[in-house]
């Protein structure tokens, strides 16, 4: 499975049961929310904007897009869980189904940041991201066209300790119309 | 990585915090255990049993071992969750990292089971076990050499729908006196 492939299949709204395990504290965190992929032109002023950003040519990307969530964790006191970002693949032209993906926000740190990617031969998306004092490893793959599953560690810089564990099972939603 | 190697690296006492998803109410479980898991003989009674059970040749089967759990949920009424199960491995004779896993006691039924397993490029451990009402797809992998993720997946027995999708995180305990 390639980038593109696998942007196309995740392309709609997907709702979202996570669940975070922080570790130190052996603590539960719940969080339901909605989530939504849309493709984005290649010529879409965000997607160039963030190529402009990180120096990359804009013939280079593959498959731009969108996602945007809005949810309810059941910690105190929290706030509804609320965000978007552009998300814009760049392929490895000289590794198969492996290349970078620029993020106009972070999910660890809300900056922007640089992801390595990969998919591996049994079509799961790994993806690596180093922050300056975290690093966060994703793994999103497909039961069925309408179910995703989504792993992600927050470990520390130095990538040794794991201090968040959470997952996602996503099971896509029917559009009123559609 | 081999079987043997996957199991040498799962021998010991493990922390466990799971979440279970049961996705058609969006329904979170919380379960905390402590999961023991340890090598057995090759001639082990309780492996010599199972072998005969599923007409295995003992001299065909690599790295039994012995997984026990205990732990708390927090559904209403739960009571403890206890349980232990004989694990036998047989490795396929002519696909590397494939294989049978035989087992005295499932985890979706508790009744005896022999699912096929496979280990990726990667790392993942893959187990999939058909039982007569459902199915359960199991994957397990090292994030490093203290901390192990398993995603458990329950489907329908047609293997198209998910009922209960949940993840744990498993933290390797240090034993007094080791």
């Given amino acids: 499975m390639d980038i593109t492939e696998f942007v196309e299949k995740s392309i709609g709204c997907w709702r979202s ?21 849309i493709a984005l ?3 879409d002023p965000a997607v160039l904007e963030l190529c402009s950003t990180y120096h990359v040519d804009p013939s280079a ?3 731009p897009f969108r996602m945007s ?3 309810q964790s059941d910690w105190e006191d929290s706030e509804a869980v609320k965000g ?5 693949p760049v392929p490895d032209l000289t590794q198969a189904n492996c290349g970078k993906l620029l993020r106009d926000q ?3 740190e809300t900056i922007a940041a640089v992801g ?3 998919i591996t031969a049994d079509g799961t998306f790994v993806l690596i991201t180093a922050y300056e004092r975290a690093a966060a490893e994703e793994k999103i793959w497909f039961v069925n066209p309408n179910v995703r599953c989504r792993v992600s560690l927050i470990k520390t810089s130095a990538g040794t300790g794991v201090v968040t564990a959470s997952f996602s099972s996503e ?4 559009r009123p119309g559609s």
């Fill in 17 to 37: 049961q996570r669940s975070a395990h922080h570790l130190a504290f052996a603590h539960f965190e719940a969080v339901q929310s909605e989530i939504d992929i």
């Fill in 41 to 43: 032109s290649e010529t």
């Fill in 61 to 63: 990307i593959a498959s």
């Fill in 69 to 71: 969530w809005e949810g």
């Fill in 84 to 88: 978007t970002c552009v998300l814009v």
């Fill in 106 to 108: 972070g999910y660890a």
């Fill in 116 to 118: 390595e990617y990969s």
């Fill in 171 to 174: 099971i896509r939603q029917t």
